[in-house]
């Protein structure tokens, strides 16, 4: 069935750094994507989004940049903080419901 | 701040019981998501509903049923609790935004089950 997946389980960086996390979808035909930041203890919280007809979308210190060609998908944290210290989702819509990668878990080094 | 809640928190429980665990949001939100999730793993979709008396299976096979008569509640049910129902159970609510072509998705804080 269709995937979505992340490449690497854990990522540690060095808080001010930038971060970026990975994902791979299989589905080439999904168009929406979603970012979640998991804490410890609590349900996934959005982060941001985008559509198949977009490139890169901007936050609050935070971009996401869709590839589709190569059908790649990543979070950039800029100046990484203590408190981005969590588990990164990502989800692709397939039909009407989401489909999640297993996680990646990001520690923020002091 | 979500407006989706979850009962209970935690909940240690025997082999053999009967227990539902309840969701409720105040979002009116017509989608309505039950996720099965181990630690720090994928979330597995378990039930989904549209709406009032509308529910479905998800992708990840589950011994569990759930109900939809109010838009604003979706309990799930074990019949029968097995120690293979360890795990934690996140209930979510969606509604898509034509103002912001945004899928709002929100996750309640879950319940971790052990079964004993």
């Known amino acids: 069935g269709e995937s979505v997946g992340l490449h690497l389980p854990t990522l540690s960086v060095q808080e001010g750094d930038n971060s970026i996390i990975n994902c791979a979808y299989s589905?080439?035909?999904?168009?929406?994507f979603i970012w979640y930041k998991q804490e410890s203890g609590k349900g996934p919280q959005f982060i941001i989004d985008?559509?198949?007809?977009?490139d890169k979308r901007q936050g609050q210190r935070v971009t996401v940049l869709l590839n589709k060609t190569v059908k790649h998908l990543s979070l950039q944290i800029a100046a990484t903080q203590p408190g981005d210290s969590a588990v990164y989702f990502c989800?692709?819509?397939?039909?009407?419901?989401?489909?999640f990668g297993p996680g990646t878990r990001l520690s923020v080094l002091p | 701040e979500a407006d989706i809640y979850q009962t209970p928190r935690y909940l240690v429980i025997g082999t053999g019981k009967k227990i539902t665990l309840e969701c409720s949001q105040t979002?009116?939100?017509?989608?309505m998501y039950w996720y099965q999730q181990d630690p720090g793993m994928e979330l597995h979709l378990i039930h989904y509903?549209?709406?009032?008396?509308?529910?479905e299976k998800g992708d990840l096979s589950s011994e569990s049923t759930v109900s939809r008569i109010r838009t604003e509640h979706f309990p799930l049910t074990l019949e029968s609790a097995r120690p293979s129902h360890t795990s934690q159970y996140l209930c979510?609510?969606?509604?898509?935004?034509?103002?912001?072509?945004?899928?709002?998705?929100?996750f309640g804080p879950g319940t971790r089950l052990t079964v004993t």
């Open positions: 979510a609510s969606s509604d898509y935004t034509t103002k912001t072509g945004s899928y709002e998705q929100y």
């Open positions: 979002m009116g939100h017509d989608k």
């Open positions: 989800a692709e819509l397939y039909g009407q419901n989401f489909v």
């Open positions: 589905n080439s035909a999904s168009d929406y």
């Open positions: 509903s549209y709406g009032v008396n509308s529910t």
């Open positions: 985008i559509r198949s007809n977009m």
